[in-house]
């Protein structure tokens, strides 16, 4: 497949790494991660400015309507970077009110609002013990006046405390539904703490919170899975973005270290090694941009194949060249004194973020047309 970016993308994704590589050095990153608050907001007026919130929003809203390719460009650049910004949360949040929104009214105004930058989403998809189970959803929501009242525990919501906002699922008369809830609702108690890579993540506990129903035309189970597999292809470019950082590290890396007076680079052992950890990045990429693509598939079992697909490689490369990495930077490669180690950080939880290698796998064998060979 040929695949090459815009004009326009490439332009948009120029200006983004210069901004970062100007203001986002790792330093200024491990400074942002140390604070009490986990994330920074001068650095998120700036994403606005450069327009990465208006992105995804739709024309009508004030946004580009920017798709998941364009989507793609902008999150290998924040991966490289280490972007601990809420981004990714409000990105699929923003998604969630397309996709399941009516584009009208409060959900209009939400969106309006989202792109300008004011403020952040969030998607609760987890719940205790459900591992990776989009659809074992035990929050509740009853009917309360003239909205509704959520009762349940959300768990691993990404940058929930930061977030303005949160989509939940919960249980309405037993289906599944997508709620609204503001982040000051009354009854709802948050736990925020920060996650091995630097991230923020919170659980939500809500008793009989006040929430708004989203009345799109898909706002059902199948938009949640639709959601998740939006946030999973974002993931698997934002892995992209840390695999190309992390092997660049590593190869800068041998080429300073010495051994035997020369420096380690020109072992052929270790170039071997790195070619390798190249060609797993090279075949994520690809598995990745395929994704980007068949996501706006009307073939459903395309779209889940396609992301399922890619979810399982960018794990396999994800482990791989992060382990390779640490090993070719010896002693330092564990330490939080270089990006290497917290590059692998992010990968990890990108791998165990919304299924892990042995849960897409499975999804994908459970897809029609897969047929099992014997070896």
Same mark, same amino acid.
């Given at each position: 497949?040929?695949?090459?970016?815009?004009?326009?993308?490439?332009?948009?994704?120029?200006?983004?790494?210069?901004?970062?590589?100007?203001?986002?050095?790792?330093?200024?990153?491990?400074?942002?991660?140390?604070?009490?608050?986990?994330?920074?907001?001068?650095?998120?007026?700036?994403?606005?400015?450069?327009?990465?919130?208006?992105?995804?929003?739709?024309?009508?809203?004030?946004?580009?309507?920017?798709?998941?390719?364009?989507?793609?460009?902008?999150?290998?650049?924040?991966?490289?970077?280490?972007?601990?910004?809420?981004?990714? @949360? $409000?990105? +699929?949040?923003?998604?969630?009110?397309?996709?399941?929104?009516? &584009?009208?009214?409060?959900? =209009? #105004?939400? %969106? *309006?609002?989202?792109?300008?930058?004011?403020?952040?989403?969030?998607?609760?998809?987890?719940?205790?013990?459900?591992?990776?189970?989009?659809?074992?959803?035990?929050?509740?929501?009853?009917?309360?006046?003239?909205?509704?009242?959520?009762?349940?525990?959300?768990?691993?919501?990404?940058?929930?405390?930061?977030?303005?906002?949160?989509?939940?699922?919960?249980?309405?008369?037993?289906?599944?539904?997508?709620?609204?809830?503001?982040?000051?609702?009354?009854?709802?108690?948050?736990?925020?703490?920060?996650?091995?890579?630097?991230?923020?993540? @919170? $659980?939500? +506990?809500?008793?009989?919170?006040?929430?708004?129903?989203?009345? &799109?035309?898909?706002?059902? =189970? #199948?938009? %949640? *899975?639709?959601?998740?597999?939006?946030?999973?292809?974002?993931?698997?470019?934002?892995?992209?973005?840390?695999?190309?950082?992390?092997?660049?590290?590593?190869?800068?890396?041998?080429?300073?270290?010495?051994?035997?007076?020369?420096?380690?680079?020109?072992?052929?052992?270790?170039?071997?090694?790195?070619?390798?950890?190249?060609?797993?990045?090279?075949?994520?990429?690809?598995?990745?941009?395929?994704?980007?693509?068949?996501?706006?598939?009307?073939?459903?079992?395309?779209?889940?194949?396609?992301?399922?697909?890619?979810?399982?490689?960018?794990?396999?490369?994800?482990?791989?060249?992060?382990?390779?990495?640490?090993?070719?930077?010896?002693?330092?490669?564990?330490?939080?004194?270089?990006?290497?180690?917290?590059?692998?950080?992010?990968?990890?939880?990108?791998?165990?973020?919304?299924?892990?290698?042995?849960?897409?796998?499975?999804?994908?064998?459970?897809?029609?047309?897969?047929?099992?060979?014997?070896?």
């Amino acid at each position: 497949m040929n695949f090459n970016f815009t004009d326009e993308q490439q332009q948009f994704a120029d200006a983004l790494r210069r901004y970062l590589d100007k203001h986002y050095g790792f330093e200024a990153r491990q400074a942002i991660v140390k604070t009490e608050a986990g994330v920074s907001g001068e650095h998120w007026s700036a994403l606005a400015e450069l327009g990465l919130t208006a992105l995804p929003v739709p024309e009508a809203q004030g946004g580009f309507d920017g798709s998941a390719i364009d989507m793609l460009v902008v999150m290998q650049e924040l991966g490289r970077a280490l972007v601990v910004e809420p981004y990714w @949360a $409000t990105a +699929v949040g923003i998604e969630a009110l397309k996709l399941s929104g009516t &584009g009208e009214g409060d959900d =209009a #105004a939400l %969106l *309006e609002r989202a792109a300008q930058g004011e403020i952040k989403l969030a998607v609760a998809f987890h719940e205790p013990d459900a591992r990776y189970d989009l659809f074992s959803v035990a929050t509740t929501a009853a009917r309360a006046g003239d909205g509704f009242a959520l009762s349940g525990t959300k768990s691993v919501v990404q940058h929930g405390a930061q977030a303005d906002y949160w989509i939940v699922p919960a249980r309405l008369d037993g289906e599944i539904a997508l709620f609204i809830v503001a982040r000051d609702a009354a009854n709802t108690q948050i736990t925020d703490y920060r996650t091995i890579d630097g991230q923020r993540a @919170a $659980t939500l +506990v809500f008793n009989a919170t006040p929430a708004r129903k989203l009345n &799109g035309r898909h706002a059902g =189970a #199948a938009a %949640l *899975e639709h959601i998740a597999d939006y946030a999973t292809v974002l993931l698997c470019s934002e892995a992209i973005g840390a695999l190309d950082a992390l092997n660049a590290a590593t190869v800068e890396y041998t080429k300073t270290r010495q051994q035997f007076g020369v420096p380690i680079a020109r072992f052929q052992a270790l170039q071997h090694r790195m070619v390798e950890m190249l060609i797993h990045t090279e075949q994520a990429r690809s598995a990745t941009y395929l994704a980007a693509v068949h996501y706006s598939s009307d073939d459903l079992d395309e779209r889940r194949r396609a992301v399922s697909a890619a979810k399982v490689r960018v794990g396999q490369a994800a482990r791989f060249v992060g382990q390779q990495a640490v090993q070719l930077h010896g002693g330092m490669g564990v330490t939080n004194e270089v990006a290497a180690a917290h590059l692998f950080k992010r990968l990890a939880i990108i791998e165990t973020t919304l299924g892990d290698v042995d849960h897409h796998l499975a999804r994908f064998a459970a897809l029609p047309g897969f047929i099992m060979t014997d070896a």
